[in-house]
């Protein structure tokens, strides 16, 4: 069959025209449909063939779009706490998580193709392999859009741990296949936190300050 993907915001589903299906229903038929192609499948594989073992996986959602995105969700509905960060900040906090919590030798970055990753290689120290897409797949880079976003999200659901922001639905969905091994990095829980946060929501976490833990 054929699938459509919504990503929109929760309080517009009403408006779509699905007369027999609530909301959750409707969620859940599109997380079903969240499978990749045998093709994209096989390439993945390959992929996580070539990071040599076991890895993290970050979401670095820092994209033009979602800066401005990012910034009017939290101006919106949480009274001033912080919850977009800088690439620099962002780059502390995986640093951290990399050498003190994590203990993986390898990291894969899902990102766009336009973002530079140069700085992000020296993510953990020299101990620590940092791929992208197109480090482990160089013929990725001629698919279509959404093709390299299935392919980073089937990769990143083979990571031992993973990293992405409470607010991108790529990591809510992450999130829900590795319920116990997914954090967030758009948090900060008092003025001297520098890392990461465990979800405890098993990917439906909206509000990240009500439903996480540090990592220490």
Request: aromatic share 10%; proline share 6%.
């Amino acid at each position: 069959g054929k699938y459509v993907l919504l990503d929109r915001p929760e309080g517009e589903m009403a408006q779509f025209p699905v007369p027999v299906m609530d909301y959750p229903e409707a969620a859940g038929a599109i997380r079903a449909a969240l499978t990749a192609a045998p093709p994209l499948r096989a390439m993945a594989d390959k992929a996580v063939g070539g990071m040599g073992g076991r890895f993290a996986a970050l979401h670095l959602r820092v994209e033009g779009d979602w800066g401005r995105h990012c910034l009017e969700r939290e101006r919106a509905h949480f009274g001033g706490l912080k919850m977009c960060f800088s690439e620099e900040e962002i780059f502390r906090k995986v640093d951290k998580f990399l050498r003190t919590v994590g203990g993986e030798r390898a990291l894969f970055i899902a990102t766009g193709d336009e973002v530079d990753i140069t700085r992000y290689r020296s993510l953990g120290g020299d101990g620590v392999a940092v791929y992208r897409r197109s480090d482990l797949l160089p013929d990725s880079t001629s698919l279509p859009h959404i093709k390299k976003a299935m392919l980073d999200f089937t990769i990143c659901e083979s990571a031992s741990s993973f990293i992405g922001s409470s607010f991108s639905s790529f990591a809510q969905e992450i999130s829900r296949v590795l319920p116990d091994s997914s954090y967030i990095y758009n948090i900060d829980l008092d003025p001297f936190s520098t890392g990461v946060v465990r979800r405890m929501d098993g990917g439906a976490l909206i509000d990240p300050y009500g439903h996480s833990r540090p990592e220490e």
